[in-house]
């Protein structure tokens, strides 16, 4: 049974950072395609960060590019979401989320495996 578990989420001022960690178990991080997702009040869920099986580059949406850092630790089999100069706009739920395979578009219909969430929330 696969599960995955975030941690780490919290309130911080504009331009401060927090890491995201995802843990999963039932299944194997490494080999699979993993991403981050978000989702604010109103607002459709969209992919933020995405890390493809075997490496090679990742996938960042472009409001978060240059700011937000995915990595995976093979060993622990954990993913993680460092997010640095934080803004308001970036507060959401947040959600780790996995397939089997390769990645195929940041889609959260192509996702048959999502975490619970955990709150971002960034005040002006």
């Known amino acids: 049974q696969v599960q995955l578990v975030e941690s780490g989420g919290g309130s911080v001022q504009a331009g401060g950072s927090l890491r995201l960690s995802c843990a999963a178990s039932g299944f194997t991080a490494s080999g699979n395609c993993m991403g981050w997702f978000r989702q604010a009040p109103g607002k459709e869920r969209e992919g933020v960060a995405g890390?493809?099986?075997?490496?090679?580059?990742?996938y960042y949406a472009g409001s978060v590019t240059g700011r937000f850092t995915i990595s995976r630790d093979n060993a622990k089999n954990m993913v993680y979401l460092e997010m640095n100069s934080l803004k308001p706009e970036d507060t959401a739920m947040y959600y780790c989320a996995a397939k089997w395979g390769l990645c195929a578009g940041w889609i959260p219909s192509r996702f048959p495996y999502w975490g619970q969430g955990t709150q971002v929330t960034v005040s002006a």
């Open positions: 890390i493809y099986p075997g490496g090679g580059s990742n």
